[in-house]
């Protein structure tokens, strides 16, 4: 686009003042066509005066948000499922060895007779309650959080088989169920007559 120095109201220009008006003629010329440009630019984004975020953008933005609570969520309820199965097999370990414990440590002297516990067979305890602890349910610690925790109920399985007339094998196997799952626990020891 050529502007006509002319309608500008530039005439009779001559030796050194002719190189100033081809300066002159260039910069109008730039300045004309960096207003052309704005107005077209007006056109092409009408509505782009004001600052701020689109509607899609807010909603992008909102899914990420709401995705990434969804991940966070899912992965803490998974942590507690793994830290409350850990749990349950701690107190299924404690039921059976306390059990262990028990055949280890009672009296069997070598001309007396058997004891109870370490009669041959098997016996079957039922309604073992895992992760109740008694010391929680006194009274004077009672409040809103004491039954959050719902008991799981185990049973204890304890074979004693003769090895020979003075020693013995006892097993215990803990079976409970948690989430739908079914989990066992099991130790064994070998046990003789005292010598005394």
Known sequence: MKVELANAGI???HGRNA???NNLERKIEGLAYAVLQLSNMRHVYPNRQKAGFTFLEL???MAVLVLFAAVAFAALTQLNRFATASRLRVHALALAQ?????VLTIQWRVNGTRPPVLVTGT???NNLTLNADAANDRADL???FTDLVTPVPANRVIRVTDLTSRTLRASVTVNY???NRTYSVSLST???TDTI
């Not at 306390?98 to 028990?102: A, R």
């Open 11 to 13: 005439t009779g220009v």
């Open 19 to 21: 190189k100033n008006s």
């Open 59 to 61: 909603v992008v933005g």
């Open 98 to 102: 306390q059990q262990i414990d028990e």
């Open 123 to 125: 016996r079957l305890e």
């Open 142 to 144: 009672s409040s809103l």
């Open 177 to 179: 169920t948690y989430a």
């Open 190 to 192: 070998v046990r003789t």
